[in-house]
């Protein structure tokens, strides 16, 4: 009865922390894989669902606030539509387990960087 309770307080937490913009994704993926035993590529097909109302939400609101810069959007989206599909590509064609390191290795260097602050 309570197999729901973890991932859906998982999700709640991801999403209180996405909501202040910790990047509650990238958390959520990493529960997922490694204290749910969900599987590297279904957990990023989640973190996507994850993440895409999310984004629309935060445009919605920027347009709404007159905060887009529209030429920086026109040039953007191309590239994040190409890169995105690219990405997507290589996340089905490439094997787990070459994927999993990579991606630590990038979840260290941030956790690192927020160590140190940004001189301004």
Same mark, same amino acid.
């Given at each position: 009865? !309570?197999?729901? &309770?973890?991932?859906? @307080?998982?999700?709640?937490?991801? *999403?209180?922390?996405?909501?202040?913009?910790? *990047?509650?994704?990238?958390?959520? +993926?990493?529960?997922?894989?490694? +204290?749910?035993?969900?599987?590297?590529? !279904? %957990?990023? *097909?989640?973190? &996507? +669902?994850?993440?895409?109302?999310?984004? %629309? /939400?935060?445009?919605? =609101?920027?347009?709404?606030? /007159? =905060?887009?810069?529209?030429? !920086? @959007?026109? %040039?953007? #989206?191309?590239?994040? #539509? &190409?890169? *995105?599909?690219?990405?997507?590509?290589? %996340?089905?064609?490439?094997?787990?387990?070459? @994927?999993?390191?990579?991606? /630590?290795?990038?979840?260290?260097?941030? /956790?690192?960087?927020?160590?140190?602050?940004?001189?301004?």
């Amino acid at each position: 009865m !309570t197999d729901w &309770l973890l991932p859906f @307080l998982c999700g709640l937490g991801a *999403g209180v922390i996405s909501a202040w913009g910790v *990047g509650g994704g990238t958390l959520l +993926l990493v529960v997922m894989t490694l +204290l749910l035993g969900v599987d590297q590529r !279904t %957990a990023q *097909g989640i973190n &996507l +669902l994850f993440f895409l109302p999310t984004a %629309a /939400g935060a445009l919605w =609101c920027h347009w709404k606030n /007159g =905060c887009l810069d529209r030429p !920086t @959007l026109r %040039a953007a #989206v191309p590239a994040a #539509v &190409l890169l *995105g599909i690219s990405g997507a590509w290589v %996340a089905t064609a490439v094997d787990v387990e070459l @994927l999993r390191r990579p991606f /630590g290795v990038y979840l260290l260097l941030s /956790g690192v960087s927020l160590l140190w602050p940004r001189k301004k």
